[in-house]
């Protein structure tokens, strides 16, 4: 079955360090990709998506993400995090052939020190 | 303003007492799905919908059920809740194949 993995549960940063999050998915199709936030307390919005073209894709807010196919990997990065980028993150797949299923990840919490 | 509006907020309930989540998008997306979110195990699909009268279970549809009459409301129906429905849901919309969900607010829901 189709799944999708973010390793980091719980990732802790001083403001301005450099962030990379984790997501890998196992499908063996075309997928589209997504990553998603949580801010504490709201619902989630989207911060960027893959379909197609150029691997690396700019997201709102300063994030980028790079999608890896021969890695199955999707992930998000922002050069220097502030402490409002605290919040949950997730991954998200939606298979393009099949069941055409549109799969979440488990969610990474990210916690940035002020 | 483009939104997914769910209600209630917050619910508190009994166990066996049927109740209803309304969710209402005035995008006119195709897509609309249900989401359930549990600390540890992310956002699991409860029901999805790719248009009026369209509906598939996703992953966990064991005691709800959905209707898509019209193409904006999408409620989510607990006939006979149980407390292993505690939990935080969510319901989207998104459209066709291109998009990414728009969420609601969410509904915080608590079945003792």
């Known amino acids: 079955a189709q799944s999708v993995s973010q390793h980091n549960h719980h990732v802790i940063l001083s403001e301005a360090a450099s962030l990379e999050l984790g997501c890998n998915y196992s499908?063996?199709?075309?997928?589209?990709l997504f990553w998603y936030v949580q801010y504490p307390g709201q619902h989630l919005q989207l911060l960027l998506k893959?379909?197609?073209?150029?691997?690396l894709v700019k997201g709102i807010k300063g994030f980028e993400a790079e999608f890896i196919k021969s890695k199955f990997s999707f992930n998000l990065r922002k050069p220097s995090v502030q402490w409002s980028d605290t919040a949950e993150y997730f991954c998200?797949?939606?298979?393009?052939?099949?069941?055409?299923?549109?799969?979440f990840g488990t969610g990474t919490r990210l916690k940035v020190l002020a | 303003e483009a939104q997914v509006t769910q209600n209630p907020r917050y619910l508190i309930t009994v166990t066996g007492k049927k109740l209803t989540v309304t969710c209402s998008q005035n995008?006119?997306?195709?897509?609309m799905s249900w989401y359930r979110q549990d600390p540890g195990l992310g956002l699991r699909q409860i029901y999805y919908?790719?248009?009026?009268?369209?509906?598939d279970k996703g992953d966990v549809p064991e005691g709800y059920k959905v209707s898509r009459k019209e193409k904006r409301n999408f409620p989510l129906i607990l006939e006979s809740p149980s407390p292993n429905q505690t939990s935080l849901y969510f319901c989207?919309?998104?459209?066709?194949?291109?998009?990414?969900?728009?969420f609601g607010s969410g509904t915080r829901l608590t079945v003792v």
């Open positions: 989207a919309s998104r459209l066709g194949d291109s998009g990414g969900y728009t």
């Open positions: 499908y063996g199709g075309t997928v589209n």
């Open positions: 893959y379909f197609s073209g150029d691997p």
């Open positions: 998200a797949v939606r298979t393009t052939s099949g069941t055409y299923k549109y799969i």
């Open positions: 995008m006119n997306h195709e897509y």
């Open positions: 919908s790719m248009n009026v009268e369209v509906t």
